[in-house]
């Protein structure tokens, strides 16, 4: 029954059965037909379904109070059998942006799971800021300030940006020398569908400056936009991590270097919960004790050398 628990919990915070279901690995119908099933044993109509959405009855809503109870009961019955075994066990699902995932990330999952071989990770990786509790994700990985205090934020560490261009594109369109000569630049732009318009907030003398970030190219996928950025497309803003060879090699040239971007925190978040399960508590601690998970970049030399705001 607690599966069926686990999908009627689900479609309630989801208010949609079919998204719920994807987040469990089901089919809309196998979800539906359990959510019935449920209904059928208790004798009582739990949630009122229209094509447009879904809401728990007065019953589905008492309902669902005592079934958190119950998987909550159930996960730390399980925690305890898991620490007490002494080796987490279990799906642990981790998002992540697609730079860091693929640069830092990957080769530290390989290393998780030589400590934790009973924990199996599904990683997800994605630019876009998804919603933890819609895709069913138990921490992400994300490079920005935290705004939503409904999750546990913890920090890992700062992560510096820089904006740059080729060489090429600067011959041509000239070299910014303030914020506001943006304006003229075509710049490139992370961007997803229905986001409002990017601002570039930059560290200036009498405190932070925000620029309209506008071109003829975004992208929601950061590598794309560093491409586009060798090959003379724009102005691209990305951490110094991503691009500090580009930058050595004068592939790429630093801009603005008197007004760098706002630094952005490299954290972890996920849900709060009573319990934090054994196998994410371990993966929370596998992260927290690497000591720099960002390549250090402090010195780039030569044309691209970085030249911080104060120093």
Request: aromatic share 6%; hydrophobic share 40%; with cysteine.
């Amino acid at each position: 029954m607690s599966s069926e628990l686990r999908i009627f919990v689900r479609a309630v915070q989801m208010k949609n059965i079919s998204a719920a279901a994807r987040s469990l690995h089901l089919t809309p119908a196998a979800a539906s037909h359990r959510i019935m099933q449920l209904e059928n044993r208790i004798g009582a109509r739990l949630l009122n379904r229209t094509t447009r959405a879904l809401h728990p009855t007065e019953e589905g809503l008492v309902f669902y109070e005592h079934a958190l109870e119950v998987l909550e009961a159930i996960e730390r019955a399980e925690s305890s059998i898991a620490t007490a075994g002494g080796e987490p066990i279990g799906a642990l699902r981790v998002t992540a942006p697609i730079g860091f995932g693929r640069r830092i990330l990957g080769p530290l999952i390989v290393q998780f799971h030589e400590r934790y071989p009973k924990v199996r990770v599904n990683l997800r990786l994605s630019d876009r800021l998804i919603d933890l509790l819609d895709e069913a994700v138990d921490i992400a990985i994300r490079m920005a300030n935290p705004v939503d205090s409904s999750f546990i934020a913890r920090n890992l560490e700062d992560c510096e940006r820089v904006l740059c261009a080729s060489p090429d594109y600067l011959d041509r369109k000239g070299r910014p020398r303030e914020p506001g000569e943006l304006i003229d630049h075509n710049c490139l732009v992370l961007r997803f569908p229905g986001s409002p318009q990017v601002r570039w907030r930059l560290q200036a003398p009498d405190g932070v400056v925000a620029v309209p970030a506008t071109g003829d190219f975004d992208a929601d996928e950061g590598d794309v936009l560093t491409e586009w950025a060798l090959h003379g497309g724009g102005i691209v803003m990305k951490p110094y991590w991503e691009v500090a060879e580009h930058i050595r090699s004068g592939n790429l040239e630093v801009v603005l270097a008197d007004y760098p971007p706002e630094p952005v925190k490299l954290m972890l978040m996920y849900p709060h919960r009573n319990l934090v399960p054994a196998k994410l508590r371990v993966f929370i601690d596998f992260m927290a004790e690497q000591k720099s998970l960002l390549p250090d970049v402090s010195h780039f030399g030569g044309s691209g050398k970085v030249v911080r705001f104060g120093t």
